[in-house]
């Protein structure tokens, strides 16, 4: 038999962000974070169907037009709690107005 694979679904629309912000790049190993200059931002939730967990992808793209894509990855309690994230240094602020947006409880609540 082949691998089982995990159904993604597309959320409503409502659960899709966009905003313009400054883009700073941190690495564990630096004690200085890299200024990476003005962005427009998109960041559209995702989530496994049947499971829970889900992700978060988030386009960031330069007045050149050249983007970062980044996945989010998220974990869940049954009671819609964050519980874990991954792919990011630190969950930011506009991932958590997300997810609020889509039901999810997140940290600080």
Same mark, same amino acid.
């Given at each position: 038999?082949?691998?089982?694979?995990?159904?993604?679904?597309?959320? /409503?629309?409502?659960?899709?962000?966009?905003?313009?912000?400054?883009?700073?790049?941190?690495? !564990?190993?630096?004690?200085? /974070?890299?200024?990476? +200059?003005?962005?427009?931002?998109?960041?559209?939730? &995702?989530?496994?169907?049947?499971?829970? !967990? +889900?992700? $978060?992808?988030?386009?960031?793209?330069? /007045? #050149?037009?050249?983007?970062?894509? =980044?996945? $989010?990855?998220?974990?869940?309690?049954?009671?819609?709690?964050?519980? #874990? &994230?991954?792919?990011?240094?630190?969950? /930011?602020?506009?991932?958590?107005?997300?997810?609020?947006?889509? +039901?999810? =409880?997140? +940290?600080?609540?």
């Amino acid at each position: 038999m082949g691998q089982t694979q995990k159904v993604v679904k597309r959320t /409503p629309e409502t659960f899709k962000l966009e905003f313009t912000a400054e883009l700073i790049r941190e690495y !564990s190993s630096s004690p200085t /974070p890299e200024r990476l +200059g003005m962005t427009k931002n998109s960041m559209q939730l &995702y989530l496994h169907d049947g499971h829970p !967990s +889900g992700c $978060i992808e988030w386009i960031a793209t330069f /007045p #050149d037009s050249q983007e970062i894509i =980044t996945e $989010i990855g998220l974990c869940f309690d049954h009671s819609k709690r964050l519980t #874990d &994230y991954d792919g990011v240094f630190e969950l /930011p602020t506009q991932a958590k107005e997300l997810l609020r947006k889509a +039901g999810f =409880t997140v +940290g600080d609540e």
